[in-house]
């Protein structure tokens, strides 16, 4: 944001700002500064941050050990005051989260840290800047929900292995596209577009059109992908990244 870098941190439920024009001093917690933290209540980041319409930095999490649960964080970049609000759905952790230009977007799982997963109804949720529940959907018992991720007026949801498409502007699902295996990870590839990440490649995937067509095969399991301004897109498998020569 601007200059500084904003951090959410596993296992202590910190967060950090750094600005990488200033000195390092770490020991007096001056540069990197680490914040009021969500522990214990909760501990790991893994829904991962986004920067919310209002400007702040808000992060995804999941409970503490041995508890069912999840919560979700926003950094006043301004202040650098912590909110949080912790459950918003009950007993569940929160494992994606997007934003838009009005709302935030996140999707619940059946994990918690320390204990088995649960068959439970897992759910999409289109939540406020202000800290409440616009709408929200909830699927049947025994369905994944694996990533979601915002392209133009459309927000997408890895479901099994299907993705459904959700018009922000209508608050309602509007459609569906179909994959031949489950997607892990959806990044954006520009402001329309999407690299749905599944075991048997990159797919490039049009919201507005209800179509995926096959872009790459990758080099293992994608967790992270970023395209440039100029359309070169980078993904993160394990400790290694890559450029992909092309994306479709």
């Known amino acids: 944001v601007g200059e500084r870098v904003f951090l959410s ?3 202590g439920g910190d967060h950090v700002v750094y600005d990488p024009r200033q000195e390092w001093n770490q020991i007096d917690n001056v540069n990197p500064r680490t914040l009021e933290a969500v522990a214990p209540a909760l501990i790991r980041p893994a829904a991962k941050s986004v920067l919310g319409p209002d400007g702040h930095v808000w992060s995804g999490w999941m409970a503490g050990y041995g508890t069912y649960g999840g919560g979700l964080s926003r950094v006043d970049v301004d202040t650098l005051q912590v909110r949080t609000w912790y459950d918003p759905v009950p007993e569940q952790a929160i494992m994606g989260l997007a934003a838009c230009d009005r ?3 996140f999707i619940t799982g059946n994990g918690a840290n320390g204990l ?3 068959s439970v109804p897992l759910c999409f949720v289109v939540w406020s800047p202000e800290g409440t529940i616009v709408w929200q959907r909830q699927f049947a018992a025994g369905v994944s929900l694996h990533a979601l991720a915002v392209a133009a007026s459309f927000v997408v949801v890895a479901v099994d292995s299907r993705l459904e498409v959700f018009a922000s502007g209508e608050q309602a699902f509007v ?8 997607c892990y990870y959806l990044g954006r590839l520009g402001p ?6 599944c075991s048997d ?3 490039v995937v049009d919201p507005a059109a209800r179509r995926a067509e096959f872009g790459c095969e990758l080099p293992g399991r994608v967790d992270c992908t970023t395209a440039t301004p100029d359309g070169v897109v980078y993904c993160a498998v394990g400790t290694s990244l890559y450029r992909l020569a092309e994306a479709g």
């Open 175 to 182: 459609g569906s596209v179909e994959l031949q295996s489950p």
């Open 9 to 11: 941190c596993y296992s």
């Open 103 to 105: 709302h935030l977007y």
């Open 201 to 203: 490649g990159l797919w």
């Open 116 to 118: 088995l997963p649960r």
């Open 192 to 197: 329309d577009r999407l690299a749905a990440c």
